[in-house]
């Protein structure tokens, strides 16, 4: 994992951490079930303090990018692309069951998403 760090640059240090991470994710470079460096570990490796590789993590695991398992270690999970997908079919599934139980047509329905988007 190739992860570099300006410390004179204007974005903070844990952002430039996780921005890199996700991009790594995204182009596939990073597959799911990957097992990332350790915060200790990555935080020497960059000059960080272990703090600041840490809130990198927790900001990828709020974006569901990436899964800590206690001791076992920091995983990825799915490209965000996957998990925006599932969140995006999920929504989507639950707003046809509640226009359906409501009573509204597809039409309906559509024009209200319509507006909404």
Do not use: C
């Amino acid at each position: 994992m190739d992860i570099t760090v300006d410390p004179v640059g204007i974005t903070p240090p844990y952002e430039q951490v996780r921005s890199q991470i996700e991009a790594l994710i995204r182009a596939g470079e990073l597959a799911q079930g990957t097992r990332l460096p350790t915060v200790r570990q990555l935080a020497g490796d960059l000059g960080l303090a272990v703090n600041t590789v840490a809130r990198a993590y927790k900001e990828l695991e709020a974006d569901r990018l990436v899964e800590t398992r206690g001791r076992n270690g920091t995983f990825v999970l799915a490209s965000r692309s996957q998990v925006d997908d599932e969140q995006t079919r999920a929504a989507a599934t639950a707003f046809a069951r509640t226009a359906r139980r409501a009573g509204i047509s597809l039409a309906e329905a559509t024009e209200i998403l319509h507006r909404a988007w």
